[in-house]
């Protein structure tokens, strides 16, 4: 859930009165044991009263502060909000003890794993292997299969909290989560498929990790008096485990399974059979789970070979296309999405946290980019002051002629999938829309003022709507048959008192000189008429008959893309207006998600009308290229695009 770091808000000191409610609240909730104060004499209440304020503290201790947070969860990056309450415990600093979301899913406060090693017995506790937990920490969900057990604890029921531990450290919850299913009533998993535990929270996250000091979070201990009377002999949880049924679990299913787990020597031999990374073996997700820590060095070499995989599989796949189907220039975006996302060793969804841009030597695609340039593989140049493009690839480099394709995950792995490999890397996006592929037209219309109407011959109608070339025409006619071309000069047009009465009447400087003259230029008068007049537009889709459209009083918008800095440094992309292209924002946010390899989101107009629900895209990154090309394949043309950057001439 919090893989994410969430943006939080200033802390607030919590008022006493909100405390002892939200304390009171967690007890009631969670089913904890509160003394009994009735019919009791004055000192035994008194003593109760004492321990129930005890609890309170323990719960949320007296220093207790509490600030809002936001943050983005999941594929489709839903926006999730609440409250954190931060405190501490005698001799420990300042931590997030409980977190608060609002909805249907989570009603009250989540233990964290800070206030379980703190409070033992708070929540139902289950165990799990140890090499399950480490998948939980990457932001798994617990599969029904991965359970150790029965018994399991008579709380775990549907929707309530639990606490997960490692059968290698019994009496140390790692992680929290919600039951999906009635895990008390299990009387055994053998044959179970599906979600058992969906974690919400787990040792190691952004909110495990955040301090005022911004020191991370504590080591997880060994082990933890207290938890030993909820937790069950040791070597009972290892039987339960080796008693397993560990059967095959569909694998759409998500989450961790136990599924074909044998030990990673037992398939040396299938593993040699599969070195081009479509067909892995199956139970491939778990041979990667004792992977090694891996160093800068060696996420650099990782997108250092992606980047030749990437060259390499275009040259084998397109080797009839100039520069085998290589468009340049070729943006940052598109080398990040296209030529080394896909071809990176992520086998683990463990590994896919691990090898990331940012965690290179270079930080971001920009400097990997001038990295290879000084490699000489690539000639790259500066554009706009924010982006690095791509001119020309060096293919007849020695590294590049040298490369030796490796093994990458299978495309039905989770990894794999995130990945985007879902086919070949340079696979046409399928944007999951009807406006991919169609053909726009735009068409400017004019109504003109009813003292210009004698100019169109019979009175024309109030609805009567004109195009630049009508209107040229029906100058032409008019100025021929009223005998109004200069002898002298055919270019010039004499004025009569229609044209002006109708068009000079004052509301321009030249009008005098003009009229003082009495003739005017053709292409100045026909240029003056139109300006006379009130535009309209339609906008055709698909070849749409003309007679068809129901133009619209003003000029024609544009699609609006707009480069801005927020937080710092960090520039986001907008695009709004795509609704009058026939263009769905949804589809057109999920494609430059993929094509701009980052996140992308979908938000209501500020300022639209409620009864347009215009809507408004944001991409991370410059990605101004990126998304003129979506564009352009949606048939919106250069010149209904309207580019606004904010960034220059700002402070870097």
């Given at each position: 859930m919090f893989k994410k770091k969430p943006n939080i808000k200033p802390l607030a000191p919590l008022r006493s009165s909100d405390r002892r409610h939200i304390a009171d609240q967690l007890i009631r909730d969670l089913d904890l044991e509160v003394p009994i104060v009735q019919h009791a004499s004055a000192e035994i209440k008194a003593t109760a009263v004492a321990e129930h304020s005890s609890l309170r503290n323990t719960l949320l201790p007296e220093n207790t502060q509490s600030a809002r947070f936001s943050t983005t969860h999941g594929p489709d990056l839903k926006k999730i909000s609440g409250?954190?309450?931060?405190?501490?415990?005698?001799?420990?600093?300042?931590?997030?003890?409980?977190?608060?979301?609002?909805?249907?899913?989570?009603?009250?406060?989540?233990?964290?794993?800070?206030?379980?090693?703190?409070?033992?017995?708070?929540?139902?506790?289950?165990?799990?292997?140890?090499?399950?937990?480490?998948?939980?920490?990457?932001?798994?969900?617990?599969?029904?299969?991965?359970?150790?057990?029965?018994?399991?604890?008579?709380?775990?029921?549907?929707?309530?909290?639990?606490?997960?531990?490692?059968?290698?450290?019994p009496s140390v919850p790692m992680a929290v989560g919600t039951c999906e299913i009635d895990i008390s009533r299990l009387g055994s998993v053998e044959g179970q498929k599906g979600h058992a535990v969906r974690t919400v929270h787990w040792c190691g996250d952004e909110i495990w990790a955040w301090s005022t000091n911004g020191r991370a979070g504590s080591t997880a201990p060994e082990h933890l008096d207290g938890w030993d009377e909820h937790v069950a002999n040791k070597s009972d949880l290892a039987q339960r485990v080796e008693g397993l049924d560990l059967g095959e679990e569909d694998g759409d299913e998500g989450g961790v399974s136990l599924g074909n787990v044998d030990r990673p020597e037992d398939h040396s031999s299938v593993k040699n059979e599969h070195v081009d990374g479509e067909d892995a073996p199956q139970n491939e997700l778990f041979e990667q789970v004792n992977?090694?820590?891996?160093?800068?060095?060696?996420?650099?070499?990782?997108?250092?070979?992606?980047?030749?995989?990437?060259?390499?599989?275009?040259?084998?796949?397109?080797?009839?296309?100039?520069?085998?189907?290589?468009?340049?220039?070729?943006?940052?975006?598109?080398?990040?999405?296209?030529?080394?996302?896909?071809?990176?060793?992520i086998h683990s969804s463990e590994q896919a946290t691990i090898i990331q841009i940012k965690k290179t030597s270079w930080k971001n695609i920009k400097k990997f980019m001038k990295h290879l340039d000084k490699q000489k593989i690539v000639k790259t140049k500066d554009r706009d002051g924010n982006e690095v493009v791509i001119l020309d690839i060096d293919f007849d480099d020695r590294e590049v002629l040298e490369f030796v394709p490796y093994k990458l995950p299978k495309k039905e792995t989770v990894a794999g999938t995130s990945l985007g490999r879902g086919g070949k890397a340079t696979a046409e996006i399928d944007a999951g829309d009807d406006s991919v592929g169609q053909t726009i037209q735009v068409l400017t219309l004019y109504r003109p003022k009813e003292k210009a109407t004698p100019i169109f011959g019979a009175k024309?109608?109030?609805?009567?709507?004109?195009?630049?070339?009508?209107?040229?025409?029906?100058?032409?006619?008019?100025?021929?048959?009223?005998?109004?071309?200069?002898?002298?000069?055919?270019?010039?047009?004499?004025?009569?008192?229609?044209?002006?009465?109708?068009?000079?009447?004052?509301?321009?400087?030249?009008?005098?000189?003009?009229?003082?003259?009495?003739?005017?230029?053709?292409?100045?008068?026909?240029?003056?008429?139109?300006?006379?007049?009130?535009?309209?537009?339609?906008?055709?889709?698909?070849?749409?008959?003309?007679?068809?459209?129901?133009?619209?009083?003003?000029?024609?918008?544009?699609?609006?893309?707009?480069?801005?800095?927020?937080?710092?440094?960090?520039?986001?992309?907008?695009?709004?207006?795509?609704?009058s292209f026939f263009i769905s924002p949804q589809p057109l946010a999920e494609e430059l998600k993929?094509?701009?390899?980052?996140?992308?989101?979908?938000?209501?107009?500020?300022?639209?009308?409620?009864?347009?629900?215009?809507?408004?895209?944001?991409?991370?990154?410059?990605?101004?290229?990126?998304?003129?090309?979506?564009?352009?394949?949606?048939?919106?043309?250069?010149?209904?695009?309207?580019?606004?950057?904010?960034?220059?001439?700002?402070?870097?």
């Open positions: 409250t954190i309450y931060v405190g501490t415990h005698s001799g420990d600093e300042q931590r997030i003890l409980w977190v608060n979301f609002e909805g249907k899913l989570y009603p009250t406060g989540q233990a964290r794993v800070y206030t379980l090693w703190k409070n033992p017995g708070l929540l139902p506790l289950l165990h799990t292997p140890g090499f399950v937990v480490q998948k939980l920490q990457g932001g798994a969900d617990l599969m029904t299969p991965g359970l150790a057990g029965p018994p399991f604890p008579s709380k775990a029921t549907k929707d309530s909290l639990v606490a997960i531990a490692s059968i290698d450290s992977t090694p820590e891996l160093t800068t060095k060696d996420i650099d070499e990782a997108f250092y070979k992606a980047f030749l995989y990437g060259i390499h599989h275009y040259k084998e796949t397109n080797k009839g296309q100039s520069n085998f189907g290589l468009q340049f220039p070729l943006s940052q975006s598109f080398v990040m999405s296209n030529l080394v996302q896909p071809f990176l060793p024309p109608s109030s609805k009567s709507l004109f195009s630049t070339a009508d209107i040229r025409s029906a100058v032409t006619k008019y100025i021929e048959s009223e005998n109004l071309i200069s002898p002298t000069n055919k270019r010039l047009v004499e004025l009569n008192p229609v044209l002006a009465n109708g068009l000079f009447d004052g509301s321009s400087a030249l009008d005098s000189e003009v009229l003082a003259k009495g003739t005017i230029p053709r292409d100045a008068l026909i240029d003056r008429l139109i300006t006379s007049c009130t535009p309209h537009h339609a906008i055709l889709r698909n070849n749409q008959d003309d007679s068809t459209a129901k133009p619209r009083s003003g000029i024609a918008p544009k699609v609006k893309i707009t480069l801005e800095t927020r937080s710092g440094n960090k520039t986001v992309t907008k695009i709004s207006g795509m609704e993929k094509v701009c390899a980052g996140s992308s989101s979908v938000e209501k107009l500020v300022g639209s009308s409620p009864k347009e629900d215009k809507k408004e895209i944001m991409v991370q990154g410059p990605q101004k290229d990126a998304v003129i090309k979506t564009l352009e394949r949606r048939g919106v043309r250069s010149q209904w695009i309207e580019v606004l950057d904010k960034t220059k001439g700002m402070k870097r």
